[in-house]
């Protein structure tokens, strides 16, 4: 350990110049960073769910689809129509649009004295302007149960101009490009935009909008925090300094391997921020308690005092963080994992490195601080920690109670707990995106696509029959009103000869009227080229994952029953997505949690040499988890991408607060020989740091509080809380327990 300090002392200056060089290097490559929305491409390539979206995108023109409203007192104006219509146009030659579908361009089959007329149910070219053309319009648009609640909401007010986008088209760019054509019409109506895609663009102007707004309040709230416990300018430069390093070669990583930023890579750097500045504080702690005159010699005793236990913290907070990449089944929850663990191991390199760099090459040695003072002149000391070890050495008990029946009363809340994979929740309730989701649920059912995929002769009657019971049996859910497919257009054209509507039970008699349906733009988003896949288009109302699994589970046991070898039949579409995701929350919790505890408690036994210290140093991060997971059932906040994380992170960071305890119990009953002097010394030594390092770490979560992104409050709320629990549980929880198994000892001892 010595020969470690002194090496450090003695290159300092060669260390300088290469932190200095390499932060140089990545603050270039951050610019290189992309940002990626799409929670869909989080699913991995080989996801049953994810392959199927993803095909249907590529052969029926894409999946991705969008919605316009435009919301009026009488949708049948004569300029509201020329407004639908210019929208319309605006979209239709926009790169990237695929198919777009509106009340002045949708498909119309009706009955003509030469049999069949198949043309638009507008006119494009000839907009109705008299007001008898207007209502008679409306009077068949109602009458049509294909355009009801489709293109025109069920009270006439509101109209939906419904878009698709192409396959591996950048899906971001697009959306902003349609939204900033539309913004440009300048349009009286109220627009709405809403649809995958257009959220998707939102939510990445609301991750720049938080890296650019919250890294400078973390920055702000943790130098604070650090000013009032160090009243020292060192004690705020360099914990600040080795955590923006940390997340400036980090960001950089990601950039040069190629990476992105997603929803919840966007708060490594919060993260790195909150964490990475605990190491530093811990090193300048042991260095401001080291009574040598010689600072330099301080500085080396100081090193060999913190070295362990420091590398120990970082190491099960990235063991935290790595569990994600064993345990989670999302890409981009493993990509957090991976990153956040190096941002960690940066942080600690720079710590133990960087830090005695500076304070040897700079003489950084500083005047006595407040922190450094004598432990009965300071308020912490004097007012918490002192008071603290006298109640636990007097009513270990009482406090052992305590925590019992919080830990009961949470349980109960455990089984209150929701997932929720919903991107319009991501949304605040007052933003224009949520607002517009809402819209289109209430007037459109939604904007969840819902895909069923028909292998087979689509011309063959019994395909097309199965189709229509499918659409029927799909009807018979609340969520689903609407759906669509060549079957149904074959059922009119039927009706519209005269001869019922149905499907004709002759192929021959299909396949005229499938020759009517030639060229139409609807058709390449119904079958494919050879006519072996068709697919049943259709949105879900409900967002509530209850009733998404419960469809789900319904259609595919419908699927299971029906399909066979002339017609295999499969589901996708968002609510399937949906499900996978929700079962991966689930699975993800389960794994990476059961992978942190226990990689944890086995690091740190070994560590210590001591398998019971390594489950002691658990206990109070495993309670505390139990309490944050009982409060998330409590207050209704949901699993989700972002929650799903909190559990492996709490324990992570927070058995950081436990490793101190117990390193510093090792140490001071090695000195004294006596294990409740060792416990008081521990108490009131490492709480300092440990109560500085909960504030400063949880302040700095808590700055998520005024994200944009709803998921990424609660994570910041839920951290924040995690941390005062696990810190709480370490000050209080461990040292009852070691006191007990103490006494405990001594019993046993004396009888003997």
Known sequence: MNRFAEGIVKFKWLIIIAVVGLTVFFSYQTKNLHINSDIISSLPDDDPAARLYKEIGTQFGGNDMGMIVLETDDVFKAEVIQHIKQITDSLKYTNGVSTVTSLTNILDIKSSEWGIEIGKLVDEYDLPVEQLQLDSLKNYVFSKEMYRGVVVSEDG???????????DEDKQAVAKEIKDKIDALDLPETIYFGGLPMMMNDINDLIVSDIVWLVPIVFIVIAIILLLSFKSFRGVLLPLLIAGLAVIWTMGLMAVTGYELTIISNIIPVVLLAVGSAYTIHVLNSINHNKLADRKQALVQALRYILIPVILAAVTTAIGFVSFVFGAYLTMIKDF????????????????????ALIS???MYGKKTAIESEEKQTILTHKILLPLVKFLFKHPKYTLTGWGVLLMLCIGGLMLIKTSVNMADYFKKDNPTRIAEDVMQKKFGGSLPVFVVFEGDMQSPEVLKMMISTEHFMKEDPNVEITQSVADLIEQMNDAMDEGKKIPDDKAKIVQLWFLLDGQEVMPQLVNDDLTKGIIQSKFASVDSKEIEVFTAKMNRFIEDNSNEHCKIELTGMPSVYVKLNSSLINSQYNSLLIAIIMVVLIVGLILRSASKGIFAAIPVVATIIVLFGFMGITGIPLDIATVLVASIALGIGIDYSIHVITGFNKHLISHGDAEKAI???????????IINVISVSAGFLVLLFSQIVPLQNFGLLVAISMFGSGFGALTLLPVILILVNRKRKIIANNH
């Open 157 to 167: 007010t509101a109209t939906a101009i419904m878009f698709t986008l192409l396959p």
């Open 337 to 356: 994992g991976i990153f956040t663990a190096v941002g960690t191991l940066i942080a600690l390199i720079l710590s133990l490195f960087f830090v005695p």
């Open 361 to 363: 090459g700079l003489s």
């Open 680 to 690: 008081e010394e521990t108490i009131l030594l490492s709480g300092k740091a440990v």
